[in-house]
């Protein structure tokens, strides 16, 4: 590998991004040029230093603040913020919950007679205890149903 191609790829080396022949290869080179080995040397020492300096240092003092609030228990406890998630969630259970409650109240009421089962049931009892004049019946009657409960009290 030559000198050009090897400081093009010193940067990505040092990192630890190349794939691994092309690592290889800027190694061997490095190992064999001492040129840029000592350029590979600089970009790592340069980056160490760098990452050194970009650190902020702490206002004098700080450490004793701190230390002073901790000690003192003045140190405010954030208040809890309000979480639209949270409520959101809450609102779908309450829904569900009355959905539901809904469902198994309706699900668990008596299916009501149907009206033709009323009305063959009210010509029966109409007929069979009736004070109505002889042959007169209940509109709407069908006096040839009778429910299977009252089979066996058919007038003669």
């Given at each position: ?132 004049p002889e ?21 003669p």
């Amino acid at each position: 590998m030559r000198c050009g191609k090897a400081r093009k790829m010193l940067l990505e080396y040092t990192d630890s991004r190349l794939p691994r022949p092309q690592s290889r290869a800027v190694g061997e080179h490095l190992g064999a040029c001492p040129e840029c080995a000592l350029a590979a040397e600089d970009l790592v020492q340069a980056r160490r230093l760098s990452s050194l300096a970009l650190r902020p240092e702490p206002r004098p003092g700080l450490t004793a603040r701190v230390m002073a609030r901790i000690e003192s228990g003045s140190v405010a406890v954030p208040s809890r913020r309000f979480s639209w998630r949270f409520a959101l969630s809450a609102a779908g259970v309450v829904a569900m919950l009355i959905v539901g409650g809904l469902i198994g109240y309706f699900h668990s009421q008596p299916a009501a007679p149907s009206r033709n089962d009323l009305a063959a049931f009210a010509g029966f009892c109409v007929s069979n205890h009736s004070a109505l004049p002889e042959g007169e019946a209940l509109v709407g009657a069908d006096e040839s149903f009778m429910p299977a409960a009252y089979e066996d009290q058919r007038a003669p």
